[in-house]
């Protein structure tokens, strides 16, 4: 089983930035995908931004030019450049991870536990 341990949320001003980083451990032979979700109150989890093995990443229209996906493979781990926060990217962010035990295994998923995000003056 992997484990996803989340950090870098908190509270912080419109304009501001933060970066959330997501590290996985465990036994893994790969990590195909990484992404960023987030949840707000009253409303659905979705999908922030995602980053592929290859570094080929997507992100939700409602954080292009402002927030950044990367990863570092050789540490397992993803991390979220937000800048520029508005009110409305508060939410609680969730990490994801998309992995295999071996190079002919089925995938599998793990969910991170949550960092909570509130940007307000």
């Known amino acids: 089983q992997v484990q996803l341990v989340e950090s870098g949320g908190g509270l912080v001003q419109p304009g501001g930035s933060l970066r959330l980083s997501c590290a996985a451990s465990g036994s893994l032979f790969s990590i195909n995908v990484m992404g960023w979700y987030r949840q707000a109150p009253g409303k659905q989890r979705e999908l922030v931004a995602a980053?592929?093995?290859?570094?080929?990443?997507n992100y939700a229209d409602s954080v292009k030019g402002r927030f950044t996906i990367s990863r570092d493979n050789a540490k397992n781990t993803v991390y979220l450049q937000m800048n520029s926060l508005k009110p409305e990217d508060t939410a609680v962010y969730y990490c994801?991870?998309?992995?295999?035990?071996?190079?002919?295994?089925?995938?599998?998923?793990?969910w991170g536990q949550g960092t909570q995000v509130t940007v307000s003056s």
């Open positions: 980053i592929w093995s290859g570094d080929s990443t």
């Open positions: 994801n991870a998309e992995w295999r035990v071996g190079p002919t295994s089925p995938n599998f998923r793990s």
